[in-house]
Nanobody, 121 residues
Framework: QVQLVESGGGLVQAGGSLRLSCAAS????????MGWYRQAPGKQRELVANILSSGSPNYADSAKGRFTISRDNAKNTVYLQMNSLKPEDTAVYYCSANIRTNWGSPTSVYWGQGTQVTVSS
């Protein structure tokens, strides 16, 4: 009943920028943490950044100073602005969200389908 749909990935040259978006829809009562993870070929999925419902962000060291996470609670959407991209940022980027669908249950983690980001040198 809950879907996360990502958009904004693509191919960009090193030093370029991309903006990822992820919109949550369905039977949503409340969204707690929203975040972006990435997985490069042969590597484990890793946190890039997340953001609380209050707007407080948290970044992986690799993202600090280059990426900015933000959210629009009215639209149930989280964004990731990526600047100064490097070839090592190449990965599939996944959106995640901790969502409560009814008051009798705790939040559950939902994932998007992933969007490919490729940075050429």
């Amino acid at each position: 009943q809950v879907q996360l749909v990502e958009s904004g990935g693509g191919l960009v040259q090193a030093g370029g920028s991309l903006r990822l978006s992820c919109a949550a829809s369905g039977s949503i009562l409340y969204i707690d943490v929203m975040g972006w993870y990435r997985q490069a070929p042969g590597k484990q999925r890793e946190l890039v950044a997340n953001i609380l419902s209050s707007g407080s962000p948290n970044y992986a060291d690799s993202a600090k100073g280059r990426f900015t996470i933000s959210r629009d609670n009215a639209k149930n959407t989280v964004y990731l602005q990526m600047n100064s991209l490097k070839p090592e940022d190449t990965a599939v980027y996944y959106c995640s969200a901790n969502i409560r669908t009814n008051w009798g249950s705790p939040t559950s983690v939902y994932w998007g389908q992933g969007t490919q980001v490729t940075v050429s040198s």
